[in-house]
């Protein structure tokens, strides 16, 4: 595979990084995950936005104007022949002086690669098992709403979910309060009503998040921010998760208690996969998005 490394497209053996550098050293860095389909990023402006919204959080200095970035992923997608692709883009302040403070490192290190990709299939939904990290998020963490690197908790809490032979964590913060999962957002429905936790209370704002919020605006579905206990969300006819790698997720058991399921969560993933297909290019008839011939970009 071919790397996109500071404007340079090298090959992935080749890709170099200073053992100095500080999102080796301290998670000094900011990334986003995106999903490629027929050579086209889904939703890429809203991807770019909270990129940069995490630059200026952590005052952070891309070296390629954000304005080349789109060009950029266009041809590390043609120099790897993908069609259907994760995209990994990472921008780490770069190799500085020992210690916390920033100040000397004013190299920043931009780094874009490509991945296989799990179909997005609504015939064939990812159907995952959760239990309940120990681990605590703390509430309105100004760093919970960007993707840095400093993802120990989440690490620590998906150890937790494989070493229960369960697919995911859930992760509340230290009011009690549910928030999502170690790498995804949860929703749960009880009758027509579509529920998901607060960004306040520690949570990611995500991409697929926000699209499934848009579904249900533009369909009159009831959706209700709510603060709640794990206890509660037991009570609930589905629980699901979505993030840009999976699209949605079936969750069929949280700690062990298995859910009826809501014909709700069906109608969301008829309808996310149509915005999906259509936003990215792909045939009507297209039942997934992953390992098709490669299209025109």
């Keep these: 595979m071919v790397v996109y490394l500071n404007g340079e497209f090298v090959p992935e053996d080749q890709a170099r990084v200073s053992v100095f550098d500080r999102a080796f050293l301290y998670g000094d860095s900011v990334f986003e995950t995106m999903r490629i389909c027929h050579r086209r990023v889904f939703r890429w402006h809203q991807h770019l936005e909270r990129f ?9 200095r891309c070296p390629v104007p954000l304005p080349q970035l789109r060009e950029a992923v266009r041809k590390l ?21 020992r210690g916390y403070s920033p100040a000397g490192a004013d190299s920043p290190l931009l ?14 939904p990812a159907r995952w098992r959760m239990i309940t990290s120990a681990m605590r998020l703390a509430p309105a963490d100004p760093l919970a709403s960007h993707k840095t690197g400093s993802k120990l908790l989440q690490v620590l809490a998906r150890m937790e979910a494989e070493a229960a032979q369960a697919d995911e964590a859930l992760l509340v913060n230290t009011n009690g309060e549910v928030a999502e999962g170690a790498g995804a957002n949860l929703f749960w429905t ?3 009503i579509v529920y998901t936790s607060p960004t306040a209370v520690g949570v990611l704002p995500g991409i697929t998040r926000a699209v499934i919020l848009e579904i249900c605006a533009s369909q009159n579905i009831v959706v209700k921010k709510r603060l709640t206990k794990v206890e509660v969300l037991q009570t609930s006819d589905a629980l699901f998760l979505t993030n840009s790698v999976e699209g949605i997720i079936d969750v069929v058991s949280l700690d062990g208690h298995v859910f009826p399921g809501s014909p709700m969560v069906e109608r969301l993933r008829d309808a996310f996969h149509e915005v999906f297909r259509k936003e990215c290019g792909a045939p009507a008839n297209a039942a997934a998005c992953a390992k098709t011939p490669a299209a025109t970009a």
């Design 111 to 124: 780094v874009m690669a490509v991945y296989p990709s799990p179909p997005i299939d609504p015939a064939r």
């Design 190 to 192: 009880r009758g027509p």
């Design 52 to 60: 940069v919204r995490g630059l200026e959080l952590l005052r952070l």
């Design 77 to 97: 997608i043609e120099q790897n022949q993908v069609g259907d692709a994760l995209l990994r883009l990472t921008l780490s302040r770069g190799v500085g002086p």
